[in-house]
T-cell receptor, first 114, second 113 residues
Framework: SQTIHQWPATLVQPVGSPLSLECTVEGTSNPNLYWYRQAAGRGLQLLFYSIGIGQISSEVPQNLSASRPQDRQFILSSKKLLLSDSGFYLC?????????????FGAGSRLTVL | AQSVTQLDSQVPVFEEAPVELRCNYSSSVSVYLFWYVQYPNQGLQLLLKYLSGSTLVKGINGFEAEFNKSQTSFHLRKPSVHISDTAEYFC???????????WGAGTKLIIKP
């Protein structure tokens, strides 16, 4: 079976500090990987998606970056956090066997920037 | 461009009463339709999906949704809700050209005892 892991689950960081959120998928190969953000009271915002190692598409210009160093690993980073980066970050994947259209989400990482 | 509208930001309903959460999308071209549920402080979980075939789709936890092409709607229903259904529900649409999902703003289902 397939599983998706996200960590850390909760993070409190000062403004200007760096960020690294990690996501790994098990039980499948060559998944499409996604980073979403939910800000308080707002819907889902797609930040980045990746169709393969080293291939990253950015949907929204911002203070964040993403990398995919391995087939099933997706990392969300920032060099200097802003207050507006606070939110609930969700990693997700699509691919075999669920299908290209079906997103499977991780449990999320809640980031508070103070 | 495709858009998804969930008209109700919150829907309060008494326990064991029926509920309908509304979802409308903008484009009438071939689409795939989804409902996801998010329990407090958790990730999203797929409730049900429409890809093709029967327009009435049954999902987990007793939910179902009906695809109405003429009205471009995909409303979610449950005949009798339980306190454990308290969550936020998201409708999403993709066309079969790029598989990118367009999300609605979400509807919070509030169950009153």
């Amino acid at each position: 079976s397939q599983t998706i892991h996200q960590w850390p689950a909760t993070l409190v960081q000062p403004v200007g500090s760096p960020l690294s959120l990690e996501c790994t998928v098990e039980g499948t190969s060559n998944p499409n990987l996604y980073w979403y953000r939910q800000a308080a009271g707002r819907g889902l915002q797609l930040l980045f998606y990746s169709i393969g190692i080293g291939q990253i598409s950015s949907e929204v210009p911002q203070n964040l970056s993403a990398s995919r160093p391995q087939d099933r690993q997706f990392i969300l980073s920032s060099k200097k956090l802003l207050l507006s980066d606070s939110g609930f970050y969700l990693c997700a994947w699509t691919g075999f066997p669920s299908g290209a259209n079906v997103l499977t989400f991780g449990a999320g990482s809640r980031l508070t920037v103070l | 461009a495709q858009s998804v509208t969930q008209l109700d930001s919150q829907v309060p309903v008494f326990e064991e009463a029926p509920v309908e959460l509304r979802c409308n999308y903008s484009s009438s071209v071939s689409v795939y339709l989804f409902w996801y549920v998010q329990y407090p402080n958790q990730g999203l979980q797929l409730l049900l999906k429409y890809l093709s075939g029967s327009t009435l789709v049954k999902g987990i936890n007793g939910f179902e949704a009906e695809f109405n092409k003429s009205q471009t709607s995909f409303h979610l229903r449950k005949p009798s809700v339980h306190i454990s259904d308290t969550a936020e529900y998201f409708c999403a649409v993709s066309d079969n050209s790029n598989y990118q999902l367009i999300w609605g703003a979400g509807t919070k289902l509030i169950i009153k005892p």
